[in-house]
């Protein structure tokens, strides 16, 4: 039973510690997990029941209303027949209404309420596409730091085991007489040195990963292992861009056709089919001084041209508002361009760098070798030694850095182009 136990807890360990996960992965955890998400569903729910409400328009419609004056002055005949008393209206008048409206026609303003409500789901939805896709860049953001951080530390243990080499031989030129105490202590401060930038370095991936843990929803331990990604297409500053905000710029186009068409209803003519149930005093016949329950039943046409007035005005303002997403919609465009040329210039660098930096390490590592050979010989001393294995060092640390900035680079230019 032990047996199993311990197995099963070295299984867990195992599979602990050689967890991966992608850059992909990264992004569509965090696409799920991020808490915007859930405003899709908002945005969907809110647009059924605004359509839902336009729709409803064409349901008859009941008011109620109810009124009590008292006149000044009222109707009389002024004619008097002798033995016949004409009473005149009651200077004091109640009524209550109850009124039956049904929608024949409206010109189309429910249909065009429902278009300016599908209009604007969709750019509000476009919008969140849009602050949905600025995550990918602080995904890339945080698991390109890390992978840089995951090579500054393999050099750094690289160069602890050298320094440990160099401890261990400095040390049995020590017992030989070859080299002394102080030379001993200053490969030991290179060691304490390099020990405390690996503390920072680990702190630092700590953080980058407490980050990036955050905002995938789920806990990545320290011994998990990020994949470096693989660019699957060629990107470059002619590549089309395909970016959410484009998508946007459409939307709000449409909705701004949709309320141009909009101008057109408020001016046409309305129908409908009334009825009115009352009861009053006086009622329909005007000379009967009593309480009495009447109706009326017709058909109403109501033809506003108010609106005429400021058609063309409104009109202009609409047109002024394309115009100006037109121009967001260039800016946007040039200003990516801009981003996509520099973004490619500085992938092109990196690669003429990288030409170079397997030579330069290779000579570097010559002159380390010849530096050591020296200190043997006695005619260089172990700082100067140092010096040069710090040299070979930082070439090494530079090359996994212009390989690392190189792939951040493509990344940056497949999110700037969404290609």
Known sequence: MKRMIFSFSFLLFVSG????????????????????VHQYGLVEKTKEYSLENAARGYLPQLALSAKASYQSEVTEIPVKL???????????????????QQKIWDGGGIRMQKKQTTAEAEIEKERLNVDMYALNSRVNDLYFGILLLDEQLRQNELLQDELERNYRQITAYVENGIANQADLDAVKVEQL?????????????AAYLKMLSLLVG??????TTLEKPVPQNEVSAVSEIRRPELSLFDAQGAG??????ALNVRHLPQFGLFVQGAYGNPGLNMLKNEFSPYYIAGVRLSW??????????????IENKRQQLDNN????????????TQQDQAIRSLEKQMQDDNEIIRLRTNIRKAAE???????LTVTEMLRELTNESLARQSKALHEIQRLMGIYQLKYTTNY
């Open 82 to 100: 002798s033995g016949v008393d004409i009473k005149g209206l009651p200077r004091d008048q109640y009524q209550v209404v109850l009124e039956l």
């Open 218 to 223: 789920e806990e990545l331990s320290q011994e």
């Open 329 to 340: 919609r260039d800016v946007f465009l040039f200003n990516t361009r801009l981003q996509m």
């Open 17 to 36: 510690m050689y967890a991966q996960i992608t850059l992909e992965e990264c992004q569509r955890k965090t696409q799920e997990n991020y808490p915007l």
């Open 193 to 205: 040195n390099t020990r405390q930038k690996r503390v920072d370095l680990v702190s630092s991936r």
């Open 256 to 261: 701004l056709q949709v309320q141009e068409k």
């Open 373 to 379: 050979a020296k200190v043997v010989n006695g005619t």
């Open 304 to 317: 506003n041209f108010g609106s005429l007035y400021t058609l063309k005005n409104d009109r202009r303002v």
